[in-house]
């Protein structure tokens, strides 16, 4: 029985690793004709300059966006991420203000953030509820919990040491740190997820949570620690972005977990769990910032843009609809 489960498992991995590469080797595709294409409509896309601001501007919500596509992947959803990552930047932000040295502070909002991640995972999978309705609650309380530590004023924190800011606005022989967090995070998570067999548990559960139990595997433990980790990583991009902007502001994050999800899903993380790569999801966020780059660069009203990135990521959840039920 463990044996034809296994067997039934590997399987599915084979069909959703070739359907993963089919999609990544698409987005580049895209990607590149887009690029291509302002090449031609703008003489300012193809530079450094341009590919600089881009690679900062999804660099950060691309750490948010590893954590959200391995809990794609085992079947959940985290509708709270920009909340938490606001309330990470004032946790931290606040204890600064009290004293305290920023990256103990730091670390503290860190730690809130998995804290918020076990409280949902406990919801989860102690008291049953799904990850939508869980996550979507944490996405008002967490804001309403930062507006109260900040009783609605944003925090400036010009006094943050330079050692410190260096983490948000520094570089390293011209490479921003946060460029190489961004890739490390990326490196290593997308290793433990094709490679690691602790990871194959996050896989199992998502394509058949059932199965997945009788051959041995604690589902609601995979589940749990996923949950914390997403958080977890929304914690670490507050920090990052506390350090950048020198400020923590109570409203910062509201709307994040759109390009997040949408994001994932692009990449090919499924809704219904049990496929999906790290390092599609991190195309999925280059193509959103490459569309954003040109709408802004055509000179695109603001208001346009909001609809477009919804009509991509409409397109991609009925592609991944489609391929659902194809697959079913």
């Not at 580049?28 to 900062?56: E, Y």
């Not at 079947?75 to 709270?80: A, F, T, V, Y």
């Not at 570089?171 to 067999?197: E, H, K, M, Q, W």
Request: include cysteine.
């Amino acid at each position: 029985m463990h044996a034809e489960i296994k067997a039934t498992g590997i399987a599915r991995r084979g069909n959703f690793a070739r359907m993963a590469s089919m999609r990544e080797a698409g987005l580049i595709v895209i990607i590149l004709a887009l690029c291509i294409a302002m090449s031609f409509a703008s003489p300012h896309f193809l530079t450094w300059g341009n590919f600089r601001a881009m690679l900062m501007s999804f660099s950060i919500e691309g750490i948010v966006v590893v954590g959200m596509t391995i809990l794609l992947i085992v079947g959940g959803i985290d509708l709270s991420v920009g909340s938490v990552v606001c309330f990470s930047m004032v946790v931290s932000g606040a204890l600064f203000l009290a004293g305290l040295d920023p990256w103990t502070a730091s670390l503290i909002g860190i730690g809130v953030s998995a804290l918020i991640g076990a409280a949902m995972g406990f919801f989860v999978t102690v008291v049953g509820l799904n990850h939508f309705i869980t996550s979507l609650a944490a996405m008002v309380i967490v804001r309403g919990m930062c507006l109260i530590v900040t009783k609605g004023t944003p925090l400036s924190l010009f006094t943050l040491p330079p050692s410190f800011k260096a983490l948000g606005q520094g570089s390293f022989n011209g490479l921003p740190y946060v460029i190489i967090i961004f890739v490390a995070v990326v490196a290593i998570f997308d290793f433990l997820l094709r490679r690691a067999t602790a990871f194959r548990k996050v896989f199992y559960t998502g394509s058949n949570e059932k199965a997945a139990q009788f051959s041995g595997i604690k589902t609601k433990q995979v589940k749990f620690w996923v949950t914390v980790l997403c958080s977890t990583l929304a914690g670490l991009a507050g920090v990052i972005y506390m350090a950048r902007f020198g400020a923590a502001t109570p409203t910062f994050g509201a709307g994040m977990e759109l390009n997040i999800i949408a994001a994932a899903v692009i990449g090919g993380a499924s809704l219904n769990g049990g496929s999906g790569t790290i390092f599609g999801a991190i195309l999925g966020m280059a193509l959103l910032s490459v569309v954003t780059s040109s709408l802004i660069l055509l000179d695109v009203s603001v208001y346009w843009q909001d609809m477009i990135k919804g009509c991509i990521l409409l397109a991609a959840v009925s592609i991944d609809h489609f391929l659902h039920r194809k697959k079913s």
